[in-house]
């Protein structure tokens, strides 16, 4: 089969395509013969080298990718053999494999696609989604709530402002860059700055006029979130579901200081989920299907893996980045 190897960290570069053989599934896995492999921002942190999180480097060579949907092809020892054929969706955890024609995923990891749900949607769904209902979550977005989103043209953030403005009714300003991604957020149905031209933070007062912003949800960290992060009012507060910028923005103490409570879905803070991450994968599928929000999607060919991780780490792609075969 074909499928992206990695032998080296490094740059984009590093990813190219390779034959490679079909991998068989152990006892209780399933094999996907996959149609859409998902890239996330992670994938590029691993790729440069630089671990996320507690978790340690992979070892290389390597596949990356972690979100796939396909069509199973083939079941190991102990598997109910009805899962052949099903088309399904699936996030391999801290494994990795994805970015392959097959891949292998444990049978309790396996979502069957709902009616409406293409595989597009249901990768921007399976990982990208589930952060964002966590998000939703722990911010407690209510109507009476002025919501900032940063990164709002991409992955999660697409989907947090479609959540938060048109389905909860908070008052949503999606923060994003260059003037494209702006048209796209607007088209969300909610209102849209660019962070990327000076004295953004006063085009965003202007907006709001005499209300400040209770929610911020940050994404991108650096100075953008921290100049996000001064906005919002005291008894707000600010939800990092990362920081793409490479350092947090916003410290702990200015947070305080403001009378602002800092809220962590991803990072060092975080606290433990009290209910299994299948049931946020499953809502995200729901929110899918039901059209609380609907997937953005760059897509691009499984040979154009390095593009695609280029491309992403530069901001040049809206919504979430898939690879089709």
């Known amino acids: 089969m074909r499928a992206i190897r990695q032998y080296q960290f490094g740059g984009p ?37 630089a671990r996320m999180g507690p978790y340690p480097l992979p070892g290389l060579p390597m596949t990356p990718g972690r979100e796939i949907a396909g069509t199973v ?54 990982g990208t989604g589930r952060t964002a209902i966590i998000a939703l979550d722990v911010a407690e977005i209510g109507p009476d709530d002025v919501v900032l989103v940063t990164a709002a043209a991409g992955g999660i953030g697409s989907l947090l402002v479609q959540a938060a403005g048109p389905h909860l009714g908070a008052t949503v300003v999606g923060l994003t860059g260059g003037p494209e991604k702006v048209e796209l957020v607007r088209s969300l149905g909610v209102d849209a700055v660019d962070y990327l031209v000076d004295e953004w933070a006063t085009t965003v007062a202007d907006l709001l006029g005499s209300r400040s912003p209770t929610v911020l949800v940050d994404g991108v960290g650096g100075p953008i979130g921290t100049a996000a992060a001064s906005l919002v009012a005291n008894g707000g507060r600010v939800v990092r579901i990362g920081y793409s910028s490479g350092s947090l923005g916003a410290d702990s103490d200015m947070l305080a200081a403001a009378g602002v409570e800092e809220r962590w879905v991803v990072g060092p803070k975080a606290a433990p989920l009290t209910v299994p991450v299948r049931e946020f994968e499953t809502r995200a599928l729901d929110a899918t299907a039901t059209g609380v929000w609907t997937p953005f999607i760059t897509e691009y060919a499984l040979a154009d893996a390095a593009r695609a ?12 980045v898939v690879l089709r075969l």
């Open 13 to 49: 570069e590093v990813l190219v395509l390779d034959d490679v053989p079909d991998p068989d599934p152990a006892a209780g896995q399933v094999r996907v013969a996959v149609e859409a492999a998902g890239v996330h921002f992670i994938d590029t942190s691993i790729r440069a080298g």
């Open 73 to 126: 092809d083939a079941a190991g020892a102990g598997v109910d053999e009805t899962w052949l054929g099903r088309r399904v969706v699936g996030h391999l955890g801290q494994a990795s494999g994805g970015y392959a024609e097959r891949a292998v995923i444990p049978v309790e990891s396996l979502h069957e696609l709902l009616d409406g749900v293409d595989v597009d949607a249901a990768i921007a769904s399976i």
């Open 309 to 320: 991780h280029r491309d992403l780490v530069e901001r040049r792609t809206t919504g979430k």
